[in-house]
T-cell receptor, first 112, second 115 residues
């Protein structure tokens, strides 16, 4: 079993829709949670970084962490065609350096 | 300095040849990571440097792989006697790590194709 599970999609939504992306994890040692966006043939771009349970909002993006259920989500409001990309959840343990463990990524397509 | 840079962006090589990639991190960042990403997968950790010291290597990093970070600035990743299974995107990330939260910023990657 992988430490981090993420539905690979693809997920196709109309422009303006609310998008929900999710990951589950098995290792309770993970304390830091991240969402990266990756366009085709580019490096991952950090979108959200959080270390506590609850919600964190940044513009149209909201990251949600439920440590009791080992479940994290990313919501995108008013989705735009430019949001079409692969979204990677990622997480790491506290202490020392952070070796990040990634999900497989969910490919999102926002249709105009 | 606008971010992490990697060179070359693409490399095509024949099986058995050696290749070397370079990563230039964000200038004030003391930590540098190498990851490998294959199609349809998330990046997988390969190795980590704090300043010039290489502090961890993944078991994914066989003896054919070597990484350096002289003087704690740029880093190189060398693959000797390349195999077709080495074909992947090699990503470099850097961060300014003291303790606790640490945001890693990725470069654009070097895409390696072994024929």
């Amino acid at each position: 079993q992988k430490e981090v599970e993420q539905d690979p999609g693809p997920l196709s939504v109309p422009e303006g829709a609310i998008v929900s992306l999710n990951c589950t994890y098995s290792n309770s040692a993970f304390q830091y949670f991240m969402w990266y966006r990756q366009y085709s043939r580019k490096g991952p771009e950090l979108l959200m970084y959080t270390y506590s349970s609850g919600n964190k909002e940044d513009g149209r993006f909201t990251a949600q962490v439920d440590k009791s259920s080992k479940y994290i989500s990313l919501f995108i409001r008013d989705s735009q065609p430019s949001d079409s990309a692969t979204y990677l959840c990622a997480m790491s343990r506290p202490g020392g350096y952070q070796k990040v463990t990634f999900g497989t990524g969910t490919k999102l397509q926002v249709i105009p | 300095d606008t971010g992490v840079s990697q060179n070359p962006r693409h490399k095509i090589t024949k099986r058995g040849q050696n290749v070397t990639f370079r990563c230039d991190p964000i200038s004030e960042h003391n930590r540098l990571y190498w990851y490998r990403q294959t199609l349809g997968q998330g990046p997988e950790f390969l190795t980590y440097f704090q300043n010039e010291a290489q502090l961890e290597k993944s078991r994914l990093l066989s003896d054919r792989f070597s990484a350096e970070r002289p003087k704690g600035s740029f880093s190189t990743l060398e693959i000797q006697r390349t195999e077709q299974g080495d074909s992947a995107m090699y990503l470099c990330a850097s961060s300014f790590g003291l303790a606790g939260e640490e945001e890693q910023y990725f470069g654009p990657g070097t895409r390696l194709t072994v024929t």
